[in-house]
């Protein structure tokens, strides 16, 4: 065990966050198996419907009687333009007659609806409620407080860590530019706000009393430790849990996760209109550049079926493979054994003194 | 006293390296107060001819006896084309207007000779020859070892830490992408090799046996504990030291660096043509993307007298304030004090469990 303020307020044994991955990563399996391990683990809600968000968390609370979390996506406002959405889906019917889909199909649902999503968390009273993209407003905040939920921002600047800690949170996911998936920017631009973990934690430590968990690059116990060091409360960790048996990971992202190294990834906005880290693509590099690129979340409803297409074709050019910077640390074992090792080097390390006189 | 295999082959007795920033950063005086401090001082030579390196190494050598190091860069190929630089100096007579200097310099001198620069460190016989850019070739590494003059390289990616090892070198710096100035990437494109510390030290410790300097972001002792459990043998810090009394830097660019914030850097080529994390000014946001920008050592050459003009004149928009991300750590303090502070506080947490059961 390895405890820090964090862990006595979420109840956890260590401090080891799942990361809410979306798009089906973070099975209940997962979930339940890293908070049987004495983590967090976090439901990826992001991208579903309240009722797929209500069967998952009872498949959890089947699976442990351990705290876990659900993590959500605060909406963006956005307008829709028939015309930008007809050049946009013109020019991803190149993909789609490479994938032999039907081209330029109609797209209205843009994203599952945040109340429905929240009113479901706010039902199933769930221990831990995480969010990225911005902050939910004060009312909401309020309700989750009312109900002893505890509350996770996602901040990617200093400046971000402090707007969420005057908002209420609980704590603070520090995201560093080591990190893979989206990035949780809401006050900056995206290429400003990436900032390395080893700069950036000491400094939002300093700027923030609430805890603080930092996010990206972090895959074994030097990791954790080095985090802790810097002054950090907890690590989430997402691409170390990506090849995890548990994991709902498309096999042929497993496996090119398991090929790739620390070199490869890249900082891109095609596939959802904002900012996020993955292996490098085809559908990368070919939409690079391209102007009728749109806004999340309308890009990101326009390349769905490019996306689900690629995946039942086991075609990796097409699908969205975010991963972070640690690639070569990244093992397939199962979620407890990834837990207890991370904990287990931590330990290990902080309790062995480097040589000093 | 906090020793590694490094500070054992540096004999050295703190791992704490002061980065070789070029452009009159590192005056002998600072380069003294770091090795008397116990830690390796580096003059940063890359812009010195010979006769500068000549008596900045005697100055260094009247006020320490303890062991520094002299930085250089590697050379590149380049190929000058008068039409490019007409077009390129046309371009940057905007920025020579602004400042009232003669437009258009006949510019014939595109770097410092190489082996004329390196034929002063092997007479001057130095303890530690340190470079960035590449990789010199096996003569050069031969006639250093030859003198014992102990070397270190710079990588930005694991497969650049092993080719330098597989060259022969005795230690290797691991430049994060928290670093400040210019990028040492030399085998892969610079946007891809910008990994964070927390994934790239571990990383590189994993791939070589020789010392890994991990260098980028630290500004204190949290960040030099960190780096340790990371697999580090020791930090190099440049930006850490720019506001020290003894650092050369204009009292403008010490001035931005102590207003400025983490997500206040870019990485840019427009000062020198070789991908650079400094402090954003106008002189970066209206020469970027401008077609004329030429390659690294042309458009450093070309940008000289602009560079200088703008220090005569104190106008920060126009010079090359380099920076790293680890900005709101940033003190004015000696640097046998700022060292000093690095260390205890390393120690301390280094000793200090945090509290396990």
């Given at each position: 065990?390895?405890?820090?303020?964090?862990?006595?307020?979420l109840?956890?044994?260590n401090?080891?966050?799942?990361?809410?991955?979306?798009?089906?990563?973070?099975?209940?399996?997962?979930?339940?198996?890293?908070?049987?391990a004495?983590?967090?683990?976090?439901?990826?809600?992001?991208?579903?419907?309240?009722?797929?968000?209500?069967?998952?968390?009872?498949?959890?609370?089947?699976?442990?009687?351990?705290?876990?979390?659900?993590?959500?996506?605060?909406?963006?406002?956005?307008q829709?333009?028939?015309?930008?959405?007809?050049?946009?889906?013109?020019?991803?019917?190149?993909?789609?007659?490479?994938?032999?889909?039907?081209?330029?199909?109609?797209v209205?649902?843009?994203?599952?609806?945040?109340?429905?999503?929240?009113?479901?968390?706010?039902?199933?009273?769930?221990?831990?409620?995480?969010?990225?993209?911005?902050?939910?407003?004060?009312?909401?905040?309020?309700?989750?407080?009312?109900?002893?939920?505890?509350?996770?921002?996602?901040?990617?600047?200093?400046?971000?860590?402090?707007?969420?800690?005057?908002?209420?949170?609980?704590?603070?996911v520090?995201?560093?530019s080591?990190?893979?998936?989206?990035?949780?920017?809401?006050?900056?631009?995206?290429a400003?706000?990436?900032?390395?973990?080893?700069?950036?934690?000491?400094?939002?430590?300093?700027?923030?009393?609430?805890?603080?968990?930092?996010?990206?690059?972090?895959?074994?116990?030097?990791?954790?430790?080095?985090?802790?060091?810097?002054?950090?409360?907890?690590?989430?960790?997402?691409?170390?849990?990506?090849?995890?048996?548990?994991s709902?990971?498309?096999?042929v992202?497993?496996?090119?996760?398991?090929?790739?190294?620390?070199?490869?990834?890249?900082i891109?906005k095609?596939?959802?209109?904002?900012?996020?880290?993955?292996?490098?693509?085809?559908?990368?590099?070919?939409?690079?550049?391209?102007e009728?690129?749109?806004?999340?979340?309308?890009?990101?409803a326009?390349?769905?079926?490019?996306r689900?297409?690629?995946?039942?074709?086991n075609?990796a050019?097409?699908m969205?493979?975010?991963?972070?910077?640690?690639?070569?640390?990244?093992?397939?074992?199962?979620?407890?054994?990834?837990?207890?090792?991370?904990?287990?080097?931590?330990?290990?390390?902080?309790?062995?003194?480097?040589?000093?006189?």
């Open positions: 065990m390895l405890r820090t303020k964090l862990t006595e307020m109840q956890i044994q401090p080891i966050i799942q990361a809410g991955m979306a798009g089906g990563i973070t099975t209940p399996e997962l979930v339940a198996a890293v908070s049987n004495g983590g967090l683990g976090t439901l990826g809600a992001g991208y579903m419907s309240a009722e797929q968000i209500r069967l998952a968390v009872t498949q959890i609370r089947n699976l442990t009687d351990q705290p876990f979390g659900v993590n959500l996506f605060i909406p963006e406002h956005y829709v333009d028939r015309d930008e959405i007809d050049l946009a889906n013109r020019a991803l019917d190149t993909f789609r007659q490479q994938l032999h889909i039907p081209l330029s199909p109609d209205t649902k843009m994203a599952e609806p945040f109340n429905e999503q929240l009113a479901a968390i706010l039902d199933l009273d769930v221990p831990v409620f995480s969010f990225t993209f911005g902050m939910p407003d004060a009312a909401i905040i309020a309700k989750l407080k009312q109900q002893d939920i505890c509350i996770i921002g996602t901040a990617t600047t200093v400046q971000e860590a402090i707007l969420l800690e005057q908002a209420g949170v609980d704590a603070v520090a995201q560093s080591e990190a893979g998936g989206h990035r949780g920017t809401f006050a900056h631009d995206a400003s706000a990436l900032i390395g973990a080893l700069a950036f934690i000491p400094q939002v430590a300093d700027a923030v009393s609430i805890p603080v968990i930092a996010a990206g690059g972090v895959m074994d116990g030097r990791g954790l430790a080095a985090c802790l060091l810097l002054g950090a409360d907890a690590v989430q960790m997402g691409t170390a849990f990506l090849t995890c048996p548990e709902g990971a498309h096999p992202y497993k496996n090119a996760l398991a090929h790739a190294t620390e070199e490869m990834t890249t891109t095609v596939y959802s209109g904002k900012a996020a880290r993955g292996l490098q693509t085809t559908f990368i590099r070919q939409w690079s550049g391209d009728s690129l749109l806004p999340y979340p309308i890009q990101n326009l390349t769905r079926d490019i689900q297409a690629a995946a039942k074709q075609n050019e097409f969205s493979m975010w991963a972070g910077q640690g690639l070569r640390l990244l093992h397939a074992q199962s979620a407890a054994a990834l837990v207890e090792d991370v904990l287990r080097t931590a330990e290990s390390l902080l309790k062995k003194n480097v040589a000093t006189e």
